[in-house]
């Protein structure tokens, strides 16, 4: 093993340029070729990624963009957006019961949470419910409407989930799910 690590890094003539060490060493066909940096999974990784013709970041994105979109135009007959049927999952799950726990849970901005959940409010589908123990604290809950609807609002959103899944095995979803439940696991 010593032997092929002293062939490596002894100096030799190619005809060939190495575009590893640089142009600089391309002058009279000498190269001095030494054992290369040793590379982490990580390096080795963003190198294959920076080849991605889109890129993952972009298509993550896109995806997302037009996944609420969609949302948006099929929740339209209901007079709801995709942003506020998140809400309304995280209260109706229990997910989030507070205009603060909302923020946290979906990296939302203080100033437009209050403003979404006034408007979830005018529309009569949660309220704002003093907390007995903090009288500054409300807790959020679905009203009856927002129950009633509820259902409704999830079929909608299964079905654009559906159209964006279309032709995809019950394998590959799942591997879908996997890869990006590992992409979350990475934060």
């Known amino acids: 093993m010593a032997r ?6 002894r100096p030799h003539r190619s005809l060939e340029p190495d575009l590893h ?3 600089d060493n391309c002058c009279l066909g000498i ?11 990580e390096a080795t990784l963003s190198d294959e990624l920076a080849f991605a013709k889109h890129g993952i970041l ?3 994105n896109r995806v997302r963009v037009e996944m609420i979109d969609a949302m948006d135009r099929e929740l339209a007959q ?10 309304l999952a995280s209260v109706a799950n229990r997910e989030a019961d507070s205009a603060a726990q909302l923020c946290k849970s979906i990296s939302y901005d203080p ?8 408007r979830l409010e005018q529309k009569g589908l949660v309220r704002r419910v003093p907390r007995p123990d ?21 079929a ?17 979803i799942a591997m879908l799910e996997k890869l990006l439940n590992r992409l979350l696991d990475n934060r």
């Open 4 to 9: 092929a690590d002293a062939e490596l890094t």
């Open 21 to 23: 060490n640089g142009l």
């Open 31 to 41: 190269y001095i070729v030494g054992v290369p940096a040793p590379r982490t999974a």
């Open 58 to 60: 972009r298509l993550v």
């Open 78 to 87: 209901f007079d709801i957006t995709a942003p506020q049927l998140i809400v």
């Open 111 to 118: 100033g437009a949470m209050t403003r979404m959940i006034d």
């Open 134 to 154: 903090d009288r500054r604290a409300m807790t959020l809950e679905m009203t009856a409407a927002g129950k009633a609807l509820y259902p409704q609002l999830l």
């Open 156 to 172: 909608a959103k299964e079905t654009v989930q559906t159209r964006f899944l279309r032709g995809f095995s019950k394998d590959e």
